[in-house]
Structures are given as structure tokens and as C-alpha cells.
């Protein structure tokens, strides 16, 4: 007989905006539907319904007794790295002989950063056959939830980095709508100070909500006071086909037990725009001036080892 698969768990942030809320339950509904043989379910931890106990119930109900769990969480701040261990860990408590892997968030992806590139290319006018505006004159605000952890405001520092680099921007800065500086008035002031004209403001958000809503009001207020700069606003990522992709992947790491660190932007394991001939190139390793080699092996993922 064969063992059944662990079931996916989705974990969500939760938000006050019921569009948001139901966006995030169509994308849950919709991954089910898309894999039938694979038990799917998703709850949130604050703000929203289904609380992710909930989900976790209804697997059980349904014969679940292996689960592994994807935060549908653009960067690992506090709800990744502490709410939804402590809440997996509530939940074994609450059903003896379950038992759980934990996956990994879900960005900066180059398959995400793709889909931003497609957001920031219907922003601009790139679709429906009208001209698009000139990338080279054109700057994006990446605009992330903000975090009281320096880690994750790094990580969107990292994920507009990753966007910048091939696709040929004029600048991509980077913002907070809420615990972190810059704020959104701050980051378009530093555009303007760069020398931006054209400005995109991308809300790095994989769903609407309060905070997206919030991000584009104060694009909004900002632009109404500075008419010398042209300001247009961009959308979430969305449902896109990448990211259903995504959460697959991230679902099969941990059954796997594959979690691997920065590798989704390593240039020797995917093709980045202008690296395409670093993927797959046989790496050196580093010692360092006090190793005497003998037991340094190098670091491999996946075929290649990692400089240090």
C-alpha cells in the first residue's frame, strides 16, 4: 500500500481587508484543484478567517496525520520564524500523532521577480499593443511590509537588487509601508534625488489589502504634491501561474527535507538576466589562511560548491 503524500498546509499572515482574506482562500481553493491527489488547506494567523488551527482540523478530519507546512510570506520575518513554528507545535499538542516539515518563504524567486517585471511592464503600458515607456528612464519603488526584524527589511533590499540587475531600470529603490524606514514619501523623495522623472511604485505584496491600499494612497498623496515627477503605481503579484509553481516547489523542498539556503539566486544554479553562462560552472573553494585544506570539502548544493 502506498504511503500517502503529507499534506500542504498554506499559512497566511491574515489582513483586515476581506478582498485580501478571499484572495488569499481562492488561492488555497484554486492550488487544491490544481492538485487533486494532494490534500490542500490554508489558514491565517491573526486577522483572518480560517485561523490556521482550523485548516489543520480539517486535515485531520480527512485522515492527515503528515503535514508539510508553506508560508505564503514574501520574506521570513517574525510569522515565519516564530508564529507559525509555535502554532505547528500548538497543533501536535492538540492532535496527538501528527507530525510536520516546515518550508521555506517564498521570495525573492526569480520566478516572483518575474512576475514584478510583468507587473511593472503592464504599469508602464507594455501590454495591448500601446508603446512602452523606456526602461532606462524609468526608476521603481519596491515597497515591502516592513518588519521590526533588520533580516527581513534586507531581504526586499535583496529582492530589488535581484530586480535591478539585467533588466535595464534606471534605479530600483526601495521603501517600508509600515515599522521600517524609508517610508513610501522617503523613498520617492530619494528617486527624485537620484535624478527620477518616472517613477513605478511596486508593492511587494503577493495580495491586495490594507497595506498595498496604503501604499498606493501615499504614492497617490506624494505625486499630487509633486508634479514634476511622473508617478505610476504598479500591481500585487496576484494569482500569477508562478506562484502556484512556487508553493509546489516549496511544498516538495520540505517533503524533501531540501531546504536550501540563498541557492533560488545563485548564479550557478539559475540563468539571472546577463549570467546566463555562470549556471552549472565547476566552483573553486576558498580556504582560508589559517585551514590547511585537509578538511574543507566545500559547501555543495545541488551540483556546485560555494565559495566562502
Known amino acids: 500500500m502506498t504511503t500517502p503524500p503529507p499534506a500542504l498546509l498554506i499559512a497566511g499572515h491574515g489582513t483586515r481587508d476581506e478582498a485580501g482574506a478571499e484572495a488569499f482562500r481562492g488561492f488555497v481553493r484554486e492550488l487544491g484543484a490544481r492538485h487533486p491527489g494532494l490534500p490542500v488547506a490554508g489558514g491565517f494567523i491573526e486577522l483572518s478567517s480560517p485561523p490556521l488551527g482550523d485548516a489543520v482540523t480539517e486535515l485531520v478530519g480527512r485522515g492527515v496525520r503528515r503535514f508539510a507546512a508553506v508560508p505564503l510570506m514574501l520574506v521570513s520575518a517574525g510569522h515565519a520564524k516564530g508564529d507559525i513554528p509555535a502554532a505547528l507545535a500548538r497543533e501536535k499538542e492538540r492532535h496527538p500523532g501528527i507530525s510536520y516539515t516546515y518550508g521555506r518563504p517564498l521570495g525573492p524567486h526569480p520566478a516572483l521577480l518575474n512576475v514584478l517585471e510583468r507587473r511593472l511592464d503592464e504599469a508602464l503600458g507594455a501590454v495591448g499593443g500601446r508603446t512602452p515607456m523606456d526602461r532606462a528612464a524609468v526608476t521603481v519603488l519596491l515597497v515591502g511590509r516592513g518588519s521590526t526584524d533588520p533580516d527581513a527589511n534586507a531581504e526586499v533590499y535583496k529582492a530589488a537588487r535581484l530586480l535591478w540587475e539585467g533588466r535595464g531600470y534606471a534605479g530600483v529603490e526601495t521603501a517600508f509601508v509600515s515599522l521600517a524606514a524609508p517610508d513610501v514619501p522617503s523613498g520617492l523623495d530619494r528617486c527624485v534625488a537620484l535624478g527620477a522623472r518616472r517613477i513605478v511604485v511596486l508593492p511587494y505584496f503577493l ?24 508617478v505610476r503605481a504598479a500591481e500585487v503579484v496576484g494569482a500569477a501561474p508562478e506562484l502556484f509553481d512556487l508553493v509546489r516547489e516549496r511544498y516538495d523542498e520540505a517533503v524533501r527535507g531540501d531546504l536550501r539556503m540563498n541557492c533560488d539566486s545563485c548564479v550557478y544554479r539559475v540563468a539571472l538576466p546577463g549570467f546566463e553562462d555562470k549556471v552549472g560552472l565547476p566552483q573553486q573553494p576558498h580556504f582560508h589562511p589559517d585551514d590547511d585544506g585537509r578538511h574543507h570539502h566545500g559547501h555543495h548544493h545541488g551540483g556546485h560548491a560555494h565559495a566562502h
Open 207 to 230: 495580495f491586495t489589502g490594507i497595506l498595498p491600499e496604503r501604499v498606493r494612497h501615499q504614492a497617490e498623496g506624494w505625486a499630487a504634491a509633486h508634479p514634476e515627477a511622473e
